[in-house]
């Protein structure tokens, strides 16, 4: 996102206020609202891929500070608010009063992203810190950032992560950790086949780059207290057809079912990664 606000800026120097472009300011600004659209009860984003484990919001409500001046939209403002407004781009672009709302508490499919996000109760309770939020990433994988993760589940509730996604080794690329574990399919919420990496296409580099096409959803039900998504998978290992349906019941309930379908006799493993003391 700070990339893309470095170019719009420049342009916008030079004339060009894509900000107020019929087609691409809206796009521009869908992407400061899906993170709005995915946010857990205590204002953080999971991290996929090759992002952080867990992202705070308010700890880079900096970037906010942009959309806000552009888009005046109260939703921004508050996550402005709930940060500490000492970064540059304040600044530069702070707005001395900001106009602040909660964004509305919905559950949304992203299909162009490829995650289905349940959140209950959907009013100001949620923002109390004890709700429930559950991603489920149904792909596609974001290209060489992208992890061998199809149908992987991340999981707030109680106050806390329950279960994640591991990110991104802290030590970085150069980390044989990296690869092995924290972007290995085992290290995901999902299931693994015979031990083995879902599929992936390996550029020059021996790093994987695009995996299969994504799955897609096969029934959607979203509601104000129960919550159903089924996804779908053909690509994940030859032969192997993946199914995972999530259904949340108000902030206290949830069922998870996940069905592999594949010829021959073959290892299973259903990976949930908690978080530990």
Same mark, same amino acid.
């Given at each position: 996102?700070?990339?893309? $606000?470095?170019?719009? #800026?420049?342009?916008?120097?030079?004339?060009?206020?894509?900000?107020?472009?019929?087609?691409?300011?809206? /796009?521009?600004?869908? %992407?400061?609202?899906?993170?709005?659209?995915?946010?857990?009860?205590?204002?953080?984003?999971?991290?996929?891929?090759?992002?952080?484990?867990?992202?705070?919001?308010? &700890?880079?409500?900096?970037?906010?500070?942009?959309?806000?001046? !552009?888009?005046?939209?109260?939703?921004?403002?508050?996550?402005?608010?709930?940060?500490?407004?000492?970064?540059?781009?304040?600044? $530069?672009?702070? #707005?001395? #009063?900001? %106009?602040?709302?909660?964004?509305?508490?919905?559950?949304?499919?992203?299909?162009?992203?490829?995650?289905?996000?349940?959140?209950?109760?959907?009013? #100001?309770?949620?923002? =109390?810190?004890?709700?429930?939020?559950?991603?489920?990433?149904?792909?596609?994988?974001?290209?060489?950032?992208?992890?061998?993760?199809?149908?992987?589940?991340?999981?707030?509730?109680?106050?806390?992560?329950?279960?994640?996604? =591991? &990110?991104?080794?802290?030590?970085?690329? &150069? +980390?044989?950790?990296?690869?092995?574990?924290?972007?290995?399919?085992?290290?995901?919420?999902?299931?693994?086949?015979?031990?083995?990496? =879902?599929?992936?296409?390996?550029?020059?580099?021996?790093?994987?780059?695009?995996?299969?096409?994504?799955?897609?959803?096969?029934?959607?039900?979203?509601?104000?207290?129960?919550?159903?998504?089924?996804?779908?998978?053909?690509?994940?290992?030859?032969? +192997? /057809?993946?199914? !995972?349906?999530?259904?949340?019941? &108000?902030?206290?309930?949830? /069922?998870?079912?996940? =069905?592999?379908?594949?010829?021959?006799?073959?290892?299973?493993?259903?990976?949930?990664?908690?978080?530990?003391?």
């Amino acid at each position: 996102l700070l990339h893309l $606000q470095v170019t719009t #800026e420049l342009l916008r120097r030079a004339g060009q206020d894509l900000y107020r472009d019929p087609e691409l300011g809206p /796009v521009i600004k869908s %992407n400061y609202d899906v993170l709005l659209r995915a946010m857990t009860p205590d204002l953080t984003v999971f991290g996929k891929n090759d992002d952080g484990p867990f992202e705070s919001l308010p &700890g880079w409500a900096s970037v906010f500070e942009i959309g806000y001046a !552009r888009f005046r939209d109260p939703h921004y403002g508050w996550i402005i608010s709930h940060g500490e407004r000492r970064s540059p781009l304040a600044l $530069q672009y702070g #707005e001395p #009063e900001l %106009n602040a709302k909660a964004p509305p508490v919905t559950s949304n499919v992203l299909e162009d992203v490829g995650w289905a996000v349940m959140r209950a109760p959907q009013d #100001e309770r949620y923002w =109390q810190g004890t709700g429930l939020c559950v991603l489920m990433d149904f792909g596609p994988h974001g290209g060489w950032h992208g992890h061998p993760d199809a149908l992987s589940m991340d999981l707030y509730a109680l106050g806390t992560v329950l279960l994640r996604d =591991q &990110g991104m080794c802290p030590v970085g690329y &150069g +980390a044989r950790e990296h690869w092995d574990w924290y972007r290995h399919t085992l290290g995901h919420n999902t299931v693994t086949v015979d031990g083995l990496q =879902q599929m992936f296409v390996y550029g020059d580099d021996n790093a994987p780059t695009e995996a299969g096409t994504g799955g897609r959803t096969t029934f959607i039900s979203l509601g104000p207290d129960i919550n159903a998504v089924e996804a779908r998978d053909d690509a994940a290992y030859p032969g +192997a /057809v993946y199914q !995972r349906a999530v259904v949340t019941i &108000g902030a206290n309930y949830l /069922v998870d079912f996940f =069905q592999v379908t594949m010829p021959g006799e073959h290892i299973f493993d259903y990976a949930l990664h908690g978080l530990g003391r």
